[in-house]
């Protein structure tokens, strides 16, 4: 079964941090596009991250650039999203996802056309 989970979520104060993983089963993370979106109780989904193909460049949005990090670990085929310097408006449900592709190319911060999603693991940072 080809699955996304991802983990790490919780609740943490604003300026701390947080590392999200995520996790893939029947296919081989490395080798495809992925995204990271998040949903903010009452808003639309929006891009964090988009990371192109085997570990190609990756774009980040305006509003964690600096302060958000992705990285892998081909042995476990998981991604993490290192979080630091967290503020209340970073609060989101937040999911990975992975485009099968072998030649995408991200061009910005968005992921488009995703194939496999996570379930989503939730962030509250709040004191």
């Known amino acids: 079964q080809l699955q996304l989970v991802e983990s790490g979520g919780g609740l943490v104060q604003p300026g701390g941090s947080l590392t999200l993983s995520c996790t893939a089963s029947?296919?081989?993370?490395?080798?495809?596009?992925i995204g990271w979106f998040r949903q903010a109780p009452g808003k639309e989904r929006e891009g964090v991250l988009c990371r192109s193909t085997s570990g190609g460049n990756t774009n980040y949005a305006d509003s964690v650039k600096g302060r958000f990090t992705i990285s892998e670990d081909n042995a476990k085929n998981t991604v993490y999203l290192q979080m630091n310097s967290l503020k209340p408006e970073d609060t989101a449900v937040y999911y990975c996802?992975?485009?099968?592709?072998?030649?995408?190319?991200?061009?910005?911060?968005?992921?488009?056309?995703?194939?496999?999603w996570g379930q989503g693991t939730q962030v509250t940072v709040s004191s």
């Open positions: 029947g296919f081989t993370l490395h080798y495809y596009a």
């Open positions: 996802a992975a485009r099968v592709s072998k030649y995408y190319y991200c061009s910005g911060y968005v992921l488009e056309e995703t194939d496999y």
